[in-house]
């Protein structure tokens, strides 16, 4: 079945940096649109990062634009979300989201990593 697991978050002082890892399995990743999403506590879960087939187009909102870089490795399965300039409001539980364009249309969600900036 599709899985994708997430990971790489954790405690960082603002400033800092970490990457982001997801592993997908289940289904054929060069066929999905990857996208990493945040959920801080008590707001709607937002889009920070998405990235095409083959990684030759990215978007981004502006609160991250310049600080987040999203890319993906088609032979490992993998798409990465790099974190740099990290604010106190970077803070949230972020995820990972496939959508596939294979014939079968589905959408999936990772687990989540927490990220925390603090001092």
């Known amino acids: 079945q599709v899985q994708l697991v997430e990971s790489g978050g954790g405690l960082v002082q603002p400033g800092g940096s970490l990457r982001l890892s997801c592993v997908a399995s289940?289904?054929?990743?060069?066929?999905?649109?990857m996208r990493w999403y945040r959920q801080a506590p008590g707001k709607e879960r937002e889009q920070v990062a998405f990235?095409?087939?083959?990684?030759?187009?990215?978007e981004y909102p502006d609160a991250v634009q310049g600080r987040f870089t999203i890319s993906r490795d088609n032979e490992k399965n993998t798409v990465y979300l790099q974190l740099n300039s990290l604010k106190l409001e970077d803070t949230a539980i972020y995820y990972c989201?496939?959508?596939?364009?294979?014939?079968?249309?589905?959408?999936?969600w990772g687990q989540g990593t927490q990220v925390t900036v603090s001092s």
């Open positions: 989201n496939a959508r596939l364009y294979d014939g079968s249309g589905g959408t999936y």
């Open positions: 990235i095409s087939f083959t990684g030759a187009r990215t």
């Open positions: 289940g289904f054929t990743f060069s066929t999905a649109m």
